[in-house]
């Protein structure tokens, strides 16, 4: 005869938390067993058996590392060194992943890669130097995607050190996508904002160069 356990009893019988069996429920990865009226899961000893045999062992760590161009390459490296330093640390095994691309690039090889393996259950933990290292718009919902195989996204440092060129190159390819799906008038607005944002950022460089330092 089965032995049925509550989401508290079988979470530590397996060694995850109740809220990754509440996920994995959510996910359709491991429903329990049943559900009572009032709400309460339980859990059956077949079950410890399924998830003993497929529980993923030893997730790794990996630091995710990115600059928006080919010019930044240095401060990728930086970057790089920084969170290596960082977890090295920790002293626990890692892995780095780097992109070069846009923040608000979906399609980047690096960014695709780490989504894979955080969805086959292999990432423990993903660790970035900066919140828009991850990506400029949608960290949140790639956050929650982690959330679901019990991965941990870690900020390193919370202060909010966008480069300013960084943040101009996204915001031109923003107007430029929707640029190209606008006619007329709608159109012409869109090219001129880009002019604008193209020369606030080249008048901007000019005027630090000039800048004679005291």
């Known amino acids: 005869m089965s032995k049925y356990y ?3 009893e079988f979470s530590k019988i397996i060694g995850v938390s109740a809220q990754t069996l509440r996920n994995w429920d959510s996910n ?7 559900t009572t009226t009032s709400g309460y899961r339980y859990h059956s000893d077949e079950q410890i058996n399924q998830v003993m045999n497929v529980k993923p062992k030893n997730r790794i760590i990996i630091g995710y590392c990115r600059v ?4 930044q390459k240095d401060d990728l490296e930086r970057q790089i060194d ?3 330093t960082y977890l090295t640390a920790k002293g ?5 992943i780097s992109d070069i691309g846009s923040g608000i690039n ?4 690096g960014l695709q890669e780490l989504i894979k393996r955080i969805s086959q259950n292999q990432v423990e933990k993903v660790v970035i130097l900066y919140k828009d290292r991850l990506l400029r718009f949608g960290f949140e919902l790639v956050e929650y995607i982690a959330s679901l195989y019990n991965c941990e996204i870690e900020i390193i440092d919370n202060t909010e050190e966008s480069e300013q060129q ?17 006619q007329g008038k709608r159109a012409n607005k869109a090219k001129k904002l880009i002019r604008e944002l193209m020369q606030e950022e080249t008048d901007g460089k000019s005027h630090k160069s000039n800048v004679d330092p005291k």
């Not at 626990?92 to 780095?96: K, N, V, Y």
């Open 6 to 8: 509550s989401i508290h």
């Open 28 to 34: 359709g990865k491991l429903h329990p067993h049943h």
């Open 166 to 182: 960084e943040l101009v190159e996204d915001l031109v390819q923003i107007i430029t996508v929707f640029g190209c799906k606008l």
């Open 106 to 109: 979906y399609k980047k090889k």
């Open 82 to 84: 920084n969170v290596k």
């Open 92 to 96: 626990q095994p890692f892995e780095i």
């Open 68 to 71: 928006s161009s080919h010019k």
